[in-house]
């Protein structure tokens, strides 16, 4: 019996939850500056995971935002939990980053790098 309740407790454990109510901000600077960088796309994904019977995503939610004159961003998600973010700019190197979700308020700066 003790070995049944130390297996089913692993399981509980191990099931992963999306987060709800997610908010995404950072800004996104110049590597070489230091400055933020206005008008810049983000490309924002967030996956969760829903109802899955085996723990793999089950969708995702896009979204493409622009900094702001100060060089921030801000992305909000009803749930999930993994974010990737990608910056394709013509004048920048393609550069993207990524983050597992535990909490609901994350702050992921980027810093571009001239071509």
């Known amino acids: 019996m003790k070995k049944i309740l130390i297996v089913f407790s692993l399981i509980l454990i191990s099931c992963h939850n999306d987060v709800e109510d997610i908010q995404i901000t ?15 796309k983000l490309k924002v994904e967030c996956w969760y ?3 899955s019977p085996d723990e793999s995503y089950t969708g995702k939610y896009d979204t493409i935002i622009k900094t702001n004159v ?3 961003y801000k992305a909000i998600f009803k749930k999930g939990t993994f974010i990737y ?11 993207g980053a ?6 609901s308020n994350y ?9």
Request: glycine share 6%.
């Open 26 to 40: 950072g800004v996104v600077q110049n590597k070489t500056t230091n400055k933020p960088i206005n008008n810049i």
């Open 49 to 51: 995971y829903g109802n």
């Open 70 to 72: 100060n060089g921030e």
């Open 85 to 95: 973010i990608e910056v394709d700019e013509p004048e920048f190197e393609k550069i």
């Open 98 to 103: 990524s983050k597992h979700l535990r909490w």
């Open 107 to 115: 702050t992921i700066d980027i810093s571009l790098k001239s071509k």
